[in-house]
C-alpha cells in the first residue's frame, strides 16, 4: 500500500506545533498501526531526522497506554485500540491525519505523546477500596449476583486510555471517571467509601479541567472497550445522592 | 452550606440545573401548546380571549410564571457557563480533522439551538407578553364582561409572510433541541434503566416532533385562512 500521512509534530510542551507530511511507499496491509510507525520511524532515523514520538506499551490492547487521533477519531476507524488496529483498515492511496488527544487536561508532551496523569489522580482521589490484605478469603463468602459481577467486570475494563476525552466535544472525562466509579458501587467490597468516592473522584475530574458531558454518545461509540454511558448515569445519582445525603461525624478527641 | 455551593459549583451540579430547568420547561411547553390550539377553534377568538385574560390574571398563574421565567434565565445563563467550559475544555489547540459519526448532531449543537430557541422566546415576549402586559390593548366584550382582544393581534402578526417562516423555523429548533435534550435530561439525572430507557427516548422524540409541528401548524393555518 502507498500512503500519505499527516502527522502532528510538537517539539515540546512550550512549542509550537504543525502538521508535517511523510509518504510511505511499501505498507503490509497486515501490519498493525503501531507498526507502520515503526517503519516510518526507522526511516526518519536513517535520515538522521527526529522520530515521531508517540505512546504505546503492551500492544496486545490491554495497558490502555496507545493512543492516536487518527482521521477524526481516536483510535482509527475501528472500535479498538490503535495496537489493535491493523493498515488493512486503509486504502491504497489513503491521506492519514494522526493528531494527538487534545484537552486542556492532557498536555502535549511531544509530538503525539499526551500527558494523561490526570486519570491518575482522579484515580488517586477515590478509585481504591481500603482493606487489610490478609489471607485470601474462601470463595463465595459474600454473595454477589452474576448480572451485578458483570456489570462490574464491564464497568471493570477500562483501560483509563482517554478515547473518551479525546472523543468527547467537550473532552469531558465522565466515561472515564464513571466506569470507575460504577465497578466499586456496584460490588460489597466499595460500599464503605461508596460515598466519598463518588464526591472525591468527581470532584479531582472538575479540578483537572474536564468538559461536562452533554450526553452525546461518542465516547460509548469510540470506546475500544465498550463502556456503556448506563455507567455515567450511574456517576450522577452516586454523585448526587452523596451530595445530599452524606454527612461528616466529629468524633472529640477527649471522648472516652 | 459548603456541600451546597460545592454541589452547585460542580460540572455535575451544574448539568442538574440544566436538566431541571429543561424538564420544566418541557412541561411549560405542553401547557402553552394546549392554550395555543384554541386559536384554531372557530369561534372568532372568543375561547383563546377568555383563556389569555384567566392566564394573565389568575394570581396563581402569575406565580408559575414568574417561576418560568426565572427558569428559562437559569437555563440560559447556565447553558453559557457549560459551554463555555466545554470549550476551554478541548484546550489551545483543536482538531484538524473531526468525525461526526459518532454522535448525533442535534447534541453536538444544543447551544445554537438553544440561541435561535432564545431569539424567539424575545421575540414572542416583545409582541405578545408585553402587549398583554404593558400595551394598549382593544377589548372586546363577551356576555358584558370585556376581554382584551390578544386574539386579534396575534391574527395579525399570523398574516404577516416572514413572521409566520420565522415561528415555523424557530419550531424546528425547538424541535431539534428535545429530539436530543428530553432524553438526555433524564440521563443527567442519572435515571437511566434498561427496562424505561426505550420508553423515554420514544417518548422524548414523538415529543420533540409533534409539539413542535403543532406549535407550527396554528400561523400557518391561520395565515392561509
Ligand atoms: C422552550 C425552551 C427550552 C426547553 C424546553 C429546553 C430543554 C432542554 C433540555 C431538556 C435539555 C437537556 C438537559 C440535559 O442534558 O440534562 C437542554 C439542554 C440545553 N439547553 Fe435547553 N431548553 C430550552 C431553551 C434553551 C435556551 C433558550 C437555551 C439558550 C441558550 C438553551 C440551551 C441549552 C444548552 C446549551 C443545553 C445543553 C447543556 C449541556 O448538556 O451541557 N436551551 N435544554
Ligand atoms: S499499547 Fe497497550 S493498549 Fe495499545
Known sequence: MKLTLKIWRQKGANENGGFKTYTMDHVSPDMSFLEMLDVLNDSLVLKGEEPVHFDHDCREGICGMCSLYINGRPHGPLQTTTCQLHMRSFTDGQTITIEPWRAAAFPVVRDLVVDRSAFDRIQRAGGFISVNTGAAPDANEILVPKKVADEAMDAATCIGCGACVAACKNASAMLFVSAKVSQYALLPQGQPERKERAERMVAQMDAEGFGACTNTGACEAECPKGIKITNIARMNREYFSSMFTNYQVEVGSDAG | ?225
Open chain 2, 1 to 225: 452550606m459548603k456541600w451546597f455551593l460545592d454541589l452547585f459549583s460542580s460540572t455535575l451540579g451544574r448539568k442538574l440545573m440544566m436538566a431541571l430547568t429543561g424538564l420544566f420547561l418541557i412541561l411549560f411547553l405542553a401547557v402553552h401548546l394546549a392554550g395555543n390550539l384554541q386559536l384554531l377553534k372557530d369561534d372568532g377568538g372568543r375561547s383563546f380571549n377568555i383563556y389569555a385574560e384567566f392566564m394573565s390574571t389568575n394570581p396563581l398563574i402569575q406565580i408559575v410564571s414568574k417561576g418560568n421565567f426565572a427558569f428559562i434565565l437559569i437555563h440560559v445563563i447556565w447553558a453559557i457557563m457549560l459551554t463555555s467550559k466545554n470549550k476551554s475544555a478541548r484546550g489551545p489547540v483543536g482538531y484538524a480533522e473531526a468525525s461526526g459519526k459518532s454522535s448525533h448532531w442535534t447534541s453536538r449543537n444544543m447551544g445554537i439551538l438553544g440561541t435561535l430557541v432564545l431569539v424567539f422566546i424575545v421575540v414572542h415576549l416583545k409582541d405578545f407578553w408585553a402587549q398583554m402586559h404593558f400595551g394598549a390593548m382593544p377589548t372586546v366584550d363577551y356576555d358584558g364582561t370585556s376581554y382584551r382582544d390578544i386574539y386579534s393581534l396575534v391574527n395579525e402578526w399570523f398574516n404577516v409572510g416572514w413572521y409566520v417562516a420565522l415561528y415555523v423555523f424557530c419550531m424546528a429548533a425547538v424541535g431539534f433541541h428535545l429530539y436530543h435534550g428530553f432524553a438526555s435530561a433524564f440521563q443527567t439525572l442519572g435515571l437511566n434503566h434498561l427496562k424505561y430507557n426505550g420508553l423515554i427516548q420514544v417518548v422524548g422524540r414523538a415529543f420533540a416532533i409533534i409539539v413542535p409541528l403543532l406549535f407550527a401548524a396554528i400561523p400557518v393555518l391561520m395565515f392561509f385562512n
